[in-house]
């Protein structure tokens, strides 16, 4: 079975704990994105990394971190600093589709509670 | 600033009708633009891309219009179900890097 597969489904932290959301793809696709969803809104791009060892800071990088040691993993840690951790976070993949652009493949998220 | 609208307030429809949801951007002039899907607890998933020298497109009951000069793509759901029931984002790759700026999406409700 080909997708994109996140763990764990819920997390619980106390404040002042780093934690790392985990994310794998067997779709073989280059590029990896993190997103951060709140209640009633969109999706807001956390980091993002188009080939193994690189990667990019999105819109709201701040209190967060990534690594793409292999192209099928990207894992996020929310670390301390991160202000409002409490949320849906989605990881997602993509590769050119048959229409020349690049369609993304979600994983199903992990629902993140820092209290 | 960049900004991607939908309409915020649910859609409420009758099963059997046609649903029209709304993306409009600002600041954008985008190669093409994305649909997706997305249920509750879940990750979206996509539905339809349209480009930016198409004005239709067309999946089973699904249509996408692409206005570049209103900057603007409607999404028709026709023989709207009760399955259709869900929050539907639109999502745009302004500059063609591969990186998506996604809209909030609009919940759509068809009742039985």
């Known amino acids: 079975d080909g997708g994109i597969t996140q763990s764990p489904k819920y997390l619980f932290r106390k404040e002042g704990q780093n934690v790392t959301l985990s994310c794998e793809q067997n779709?073989?696709?280059?590029?990896m994105y993190w997103y951060r969803q709140d209640p009633g809104q969109g999706l807001r791009l956390i980091y993002y990394?188009?080939?193994?060892?690189?990667?990019q800071k999105g819109d709201i990088a701040e209190g967060y971190s990534v690594s793409r040691e292999k192209k099928e993993s990207f894992p996020l840690t929310v670390t301390s600093a991160q202000k409002n951790p409490t949320a849906f976070y989605l990881c997602?993949?993509?590769?050119?589709?048959?229409?020349?652009?690049?369609?993304?493949?979600f994983g199903p998220g992990t629902r993140l509670t820092v209290t | 600033s960049q900004k991607i609208e939908q309409n915020s307030e649910a859609l409420n429809i009758q099963e059997g009708k046609t649903a029209t949801l709304t993306c409009n951007y600002t600041?954008?002039?985008?190669?093409?633009l994305q649909w997706y899907r997305q249920d509750p607890g879940r990750g979206p998933v996509f539905l339809l891309l349209?480009?930016?020298?198409?004005k239709e497109k067309r999946k089973e009951r699904l249509k996408v219009t692409f206005d570049t000069t209103l900057k603007q793509s409607l999404f028709h759901i026709t023989a709207s179900q009760p399955a259709d029931s869900a929050t539907y984002l639109c999502?745009?790759?302004?500059?063609?890097?591969?990186?998506?700026?996604f809209g909030s999406g609009t919940k759509l409700n068809v009742k039985p």
């Open positions: 779709l073989n696709h280059d590029a």
């Open positions: 997602a993949s993509s590769s050119e589709g048959t229409s020349g652009s690049y369609e993304q493949y």
């Open positions: 600041n954008y002039s985008p190669a093409y």
């Open positions: 990394s188009q080939i193994v060892n690189d990667f």
């Open positions: 349209i480009r930016e020298n198409e």
């Open positions: 999502a745009l790759d302004p500059y063609n890097f591969n990186k998506f700026y």
